[in-house]
């Protein structure tokens, strides 16, 4: 049974840090590197951070060196840590397989989300 659950989010001042959890089933996470994405409200959905087939990471240039991506295998569970935020990093944030294609979205599967909030 897939499944995807995203917690740790919350409202912090702008350089404040969170840390979110992504609790996976265990055949999406032990097939698929997992990643991060994030959406603001009317805004696109976008991947922010992402390990790669490679074993490598990838971050979007919006969070490069803010952002922290890891995983605990044992656990099938993937983490976002959230260091120096700012006001535009205000968005629903999902776990899922890394990688997605923008135009796959809509008919992939996505858990609730959690909502981070940063304030000025």
């Known amino acids: 049974q897939a499944r995807l659950v995203e917690s740790g989010g919350g409202t912090v001042q702008a350089g404040g840090s969170l840390r979110l959890s992504c609790a996976a089933s265990r055949s999406i996470f032990s097939i698929n590197p997992m990643g991060w994405y994030r959406q603001a409200p009317g805004k696109k959905r976008e991947e922010v951070a992402a390990?790669?087939?490679?074993?490598?990471?990838y971050y979007a240039d919006s969070v490069k060196g803010r952002f922290t991506i890891t995983r605990d295998n044992a656990k099938n569970t993937v983490y976002l840590q959230m260091n120096s935020l700012k006001p535009e990093d205000t968005a629903v944030y999902y776990c899922?397989?890394?990688?997605?294609?923008?135009?796959?979205?809509?008919?992939?599967?996505w858990g609730e989300g959690t909502q981070v909030t940063v304030s000025s």
């Open positions: 390990f790669t087939t490679g074993g490598s990471t």
């Open positions: 899922n397989v890394a990688g997605l294609r923008p135009t796959v979205y809509e008919y992939n599967y």
